[in-house]
């Protein structure tokens, strides 16, 4: 037990913990440290920016991935057979890594990609869903590989009570959209708030997908973070380091908050 | 009204078919296409050039520095999620609400702010890119790895090693011929994971490695994000999906062998792999 818990502390209150330091000019390159708060300063509201955009992906990504990831574990349950095609597609979209189906996500939406070639769009009218103004590539991607995600988690909690739930509501008099609404949704509650809980900080923490999906500007928290922190300029450093510190305290904040929500349905406690 | 309903339930079917295959389409085509002008709607000439010529350049070695990445955060993660969950399920931990937050902590906390300052510590300490790289790793899989192995422990029996040791059991034979056959299953699964969160990586390998660890994601990242390089990227992305797909057959079956034939056939759960938290490593 030591040893995991070990290496977890060093890796996360060490990190989060130089991260802080480095935000604050207490662990400078070069140079004596000397405590400065002016890499939070935001001047020129780039640190606002990039969190209001960081925050719409999360919202909009989890949003769509549990829409779809419900309306998949719904389907499941209709029948054996559609349970058996549901879960190999499931299957089949969880191990993909995020970058891959970013990457593929680009060849199908970018113009000149697939969509636009079966569409028969020239360059001029296709939309720009990659790299636009709006990160609607980014929130395609992640909400795609994170419906995935939920439905496996809804799917398997609606498994294994839903049948004898049914049966008796059935019996009771009560008709499909009663069932759903009475039944398969407040049982489904619980994993999904965890599964989109889970979705909404990863997406807001997540690099790879936004930085290949998204336009140069504005950029979300991590992307921005990873540009100042590689710049030339070793000034950059703390600002780089706040915007890391920023995008930590949401992602607690969001999980705190989630965990407080379904504390309840957490496997043990 | 009955037949609404099953034409809208077909209909839906359709949707998240279409869905969950449509991302992947584009892999498959431009894989495959040895000629694609932007006028016509599929390939012209079809051949498996790009696969191959992916092992022909830097491919390989990056393909094999990633199933050493896969491996080694596999070989750390599982057997300490292991540790860490049985301890929390024997309730052997003095502050167990507190090891459990800590232990979950790096699924709620972006990994790339913990890699962003940790980066100067380990320079300054002169830890190796590589054994950096597998420390962060190894520690962002422990989530999924303990995550699983608690699940099976709440459905484990300690009384087993308790008669075993009663009948005169070694602590050894107890670990090796009782605990370990019956928690196979959930190992297995747990080890996928684990291959998972080092397979899929590409910020912390970025970060820790400084470009000189060149492993699949990189190669991916690299060519992703030019222009004109739709087969390469096509190609190698599929390598990236194989991989684990093959693993995932080999462990399904594998946790199929090794559970137990009376078990399986009175429970008739899935598999240890249709695990909730079958994931974000993939995150």
Known sequence: MAAPVLAVLLVVVTGLGATALQSLGL??????????????????????????????????????????????????????????????????????????????VGLLLADGGLLSRWLGASPETWPSLVAGR??????????????AFIALVVTATLATRLADYHETAALLGAGPWARLRHVTLPLAAPALGFASAITFVYTLGSYEVAWLLGPAYPEPLPVMAYRLFTSTDLAARPEAMALAMTTTALAGAAALAALALVRRTAPWR | MT?????????????????????LLPLVLWAGAESWPGTSRLPQRWGLGN??????????????????????????????????????ALREVRWPR??????????????????????????????????????????????????????????????FEDEARTLGASPGAVRWRVRLPLLAPALVGAAFLAFLVGWSDYIVTLLLGGGRYVTLPILVASAASGTGNEPTV???????IAAPAVLL???????????????????????????????????
């Not at chain 1, 389907?75 to 990457?103: E, F, I, Q, Y």
């Not at chain 1, 709006?134 to 419906?147: I, R």
């Not at chain 2, 598999?271 to 974000?280: I, K, T, W, Y």
């Open chain 2, 51 to 88: 696969v191959t010529s992916v092992f022909a350049s830097q491919g390989g070695a990056a393909v094999l520095r990633s199933l050493t990445l896969g491996t080694a955060v596999a070989a750390l993660a599982t057997p300490a999620g292991a540790v860490a969950a049985r301890a929390l």
């Open chain 1, 134 to 147: 709006w990160p609607t590539a980014v929130v395609l991607e992640y909400a795609w590989k994170e419906s």
């Open chain 2, 249 to 283: 057959i080999v462990a399904g079956l594998l946790s199929r062998r090794l559970t137990p034939k009376r078990r399986r056939t009175a429970e008739r759960t899935g598999p240890a792999l249709s695990s909730p938290l079958l994931v974000e490593g993939a995150a």
């Open chain 2, 98 to 159: 507190l090891a459990a937050g800590l232990l979950f902590a790096p699924v709620a906390l972006p990994v790339f702010a913990m890699v962003m300052g940790l980066n100067v510590v380990l320079l300054r300490l002169h830890v190796p890119g590589f054994l950096g790289i597998v420390l962060v790793l190894v520690v962002a899989a422990l989530p999924y790895t303990t995550f699983l192995m608690r699940a099976a422990y709440a459905a484990y029996d300690v009384a």
């Open chain 1, 27 to 104: 662990m400078p390159l070069t140079g004596a440290p000397r405590l400065s708060f002016a890499a939070y300063a935001d001047e020129h509201g780039e640190l606002l920016t990039a969190t209001g955009l960081s925050l719409l992906i999360a919202a909009g990504s989890t949003a769509l991935a549990a829409a779809v990831g419900l309306a998949s574990a719904v389907a499941a349950m209709s029948s054996p057979r559609a349970r058996r095609m549901l879960t190999g597609l499931v299957a089949a979209t969880v191990p993909v890594p995020h970058l891959v189906g970013a990457a593929s």
């Open chain 2, 3 to 23: 037949r609404t309903r099953r034409a809208l339930g077909a209909l839906l079917l359709i949707l998240l078919l279409a869905w969950f295959l449509t991302p």
């Open chain 2, 234 to 240: 096509a190609a190698l992305s599929l390598v990236a």
